[in-house]
């Protein structure tokens, strides 16, 4: 469990300008080979394919060659097997978090996922050995992601459906929490579930390691949603008080604080960013009539969820320059606003804060960002 207050977490590092920097507390570093920031810290491999989208159509082929490019480049092995068997064994229980927000368009694709599972049973692991998991599974249902799992695939779930308070225990481990002092409105701060995040028992019960399929996403809240709000917001309960209300929002140590947490860190070992079709502006979901949506074509692999958010969140920058929007480290209804903000000021400074916290790697001058361009 950890306890993390804003006083210890309050704002940003070297390299976004108008956000202070400030002295941070790091977080544990887990005794395992393969805990984050893992074997590869500070590296993202970007793999492109023209061909990979067309007209919102993801061409599985296509995938499957970025996939094993972008999992030998990253690991430097001699075939995509071998680079698989770097991180798992068949005796695992493998999670692969799928991202299901931004539908039908903007979400782990289904050929990205069914190509993780491919690497996966490459690596030894059996069907009945992978979970495709969410926090919700109204939203695995809502994509139809249960429709396409491969026969032995489980699909596993904290709760049944969105509800704004979620402060609800079912399917969460009461051990592994996050706590804040800042509750979610109208809710007793002196009830400590009010204040406490949980883990979901699918992350630290049910499988022995995780695989963080993300998507490429500007958030009116967090700025930047890639790999590490896919693991805060979605291994957790009580998440809606990061961003309760316009002016109450602060994405940028909630995500932190929550992914500290060990067994976020021992058991994510890779993340696979979904840059096939991304978002740079009116995320993270559909819902929102400035969702705006780009045939990107890439594939990112890390294992380090700080050097691809850092990277994701220059590309969504240059995207968005490309469209005359503000960066977004400065938009916001106090800041240089476009008008459809719904919060005071994004806050992708989130991604700083975990850099500080050591959970990977910020300073872009440190990563190394390899582009890799396939025909």
């Known amino acids: 469990m950890s306890r993390l207050s804003r006083r210890h977490l309050l704002c940003a590092a070297a390299g976004a300008s108008a956000l202070p920097a400030v002295a941070l507390e790091a977080a544990e570093v887990p005794e395992a080979q393969l805990a984050l ?85 490459l690596a030894g692991v059996p069907n009945e050995n992978i979970v495709w998991f969410n926090r919700y599974l109204e939203e695995i249902t809502a994509c139809g992601f249960d429709k396409i799992t491969p026969k032995g695939v489980t699909i596993a779930y904290g709760s049944q459906k969105y509800d704004e308070v ?44 995780i695989v963080n399929v993300c998507v490429l996403k500007d958030h009116a809240s967090a700025g930047v949603t890639m790999a590490l709000k896919n693991m805060s917001h979605g291994f957790s309960n009580n998440v809606c008080r ?78 968005r320059k490309e469209h005359r929007l503000p960066p977004l480290a400065r938009t916001g209804r106090k800041l240089e606003n476009p008008g459809h903000e719904g919060f005071d000021e994004r806050q992708p400074q989130h991604v700083l804060i975990a850099g500080r916290m050591g959970l990977g790697e910020a300073d872009l001058a440190k990563i190394n960002h390899t582009v890799v361009r396939l025909t």
């Open 242 to 319: 990061s961003h309760a209300t316009a002016s109450i929002n602060w994405c940028d140590t909630f995500i932190p604080g929550v992914v500290s947490l060990k067994p976020v860190r021992r058991k994510v070992v890779l993340h696979v960013g979904d840059g096939l079709i991304g978002t740079y502006d009116g995320g993270p979901g559909n819902w929102n009539p400035h969702f705006r949506t780009w045939e990107y074509g890439a594939l990112f692999f890390a294992t380090d969820p700080v050097a691809m958010d850092r990277v994701g969140w220059e590309i969504l920058d240059a995207k």
């Open 37 to 121: 920031p893992g074997p590869h810290r500070g590296r993202v491999v970007e793999v492109r394919h023209p061909g990979s989208v067309t007209e919102g159509k993801v061409r599985g082929e296509a995938v499957r060659d970025m996939m094993a490019r972008g999992m030998v480049d990253l690991t430097g092995a001699a075939d995509e097997k071998q680079a698989w068997r770097r991180f798992f064994s068949p005796g695992d229980v493998v999670g692969i978090k799928v991202c299901p927000v931004g539908k039908p368009l903007s979400i782990s694709q289904p050929e990205t996922l069914l190509e993780v599972t491919r690497g996966l049973n």
């Open 166 to 209: 979620q402060t609800a225990t079912d399917g969460y481990d009461l051990t592994q929490y996050a706590e804040f002092e800042r509750v979610m409105t109208g809710v007793d701060p002196a009830v400590a579930v009010n204040r406490r995040s949980h883990l979901s028992l699918v992350v630290t019960k049910q499988v022995t390691k």
